[in-house]
T-cell receptor
């Protein structure tokens, strides 16, 4: 059973389009995250949710909108995609207090 | 502002060698220091972690050394194998006070030659 699953794994889209990435975890964790990994493999937090409440909202353009319908799901919607949005987006989950995240396998977004 | 600095950026060793990856941090409030291993096409996976109340932790062939006064910690891989070839990330967090945010180092691409 996959602990943190993301869909889709690959996403190729044109500039200006709107797209969504979905994430689900079956670990019973109460906190979920979105991280962005750039072309140099640097990992940076974008958002975190604890029990459906937004906790961390880094300086991310407001074209990115996370939604957590329940504590097992966290989705990321991106409006008006730009070339610079191309990256790998990772969903992760943990217990609040953060002793060890579990990451999903990532969504490689390519904007052309 | 990069709060966790990692070096080297890349490392090549022969099978059986002991690669060492170093990290330095600035925020003295950090209280949990994990290392993650990432294979191509996969997400980072927790490898080993340490808290600042101990100076060393071993799990199998992986050892973390921690120097609180110098604000540095390092990962040693004993008897390295080609299957250890991956990208390694150090990280740090203040747990609940940071909203469980993990701050990552820049990553080290390790290659273990047969």
């Amino acid at each position: 059973d996959t602990a943190v699953s993301q869909t889709p794994k690959y996403l190729v889209t044109q500039m200006g389009n709107d797209k969504s990435i979905k994430c689900e975890q079956n670990l019973g964790h109460d906190t979920m995250y979105w991280y962005k990994q750039d072309s140099k493999k640097f990992l940076k937090i974008m958002f975190s949710y604890n029990n459906k409440e937004l906790i961390i909202n880094e300086t991310v353009p407001n074209r990115f909108s996370p939604k957590s319908p329940d504590k097992a799901h966290l989705n990321l919607h991106i409006n008006s995609l730009e070339l610079g949005d191309s990256a790998v987006y990772f969903c992760a989950s943990s217990h609040w207090g953060g002793d060890g995240y579990t990451f999903g396998s990532g969504t490689r977004l390519t904007v052309v | 502002q990069q709060q966790v600095k990692q070096s080297p950026q890349s490392l090549i060793v022969q099978k059986g060698g002991i690669p060492i990856i170093n990290c330095a941090y600035e925020n003295t409030a950090f209280d949990y220091f994990p290392w993650y291993q990432q294979f191509p096409g996969k997400g980072p996976a927790l490898l080993i972690a340490i808290r600042p109340d101990v100076s060393e932790k071993k799990e199998g062939r992986f050892t973390i050394s921690f120097n609180k006064s110098a604000k540095q910690f390092s990962l040693h891989i004993m008897d390295s194998q080609p299957g250890d070839s991956a990208t390694y990330f150090c990280a740090a967090t203040t747990g609940e006070t940071s909203g469980s945010r993990l701050t990552f180092g820049e990553g080290t691409q390790l290659t273990v030659n047969p």
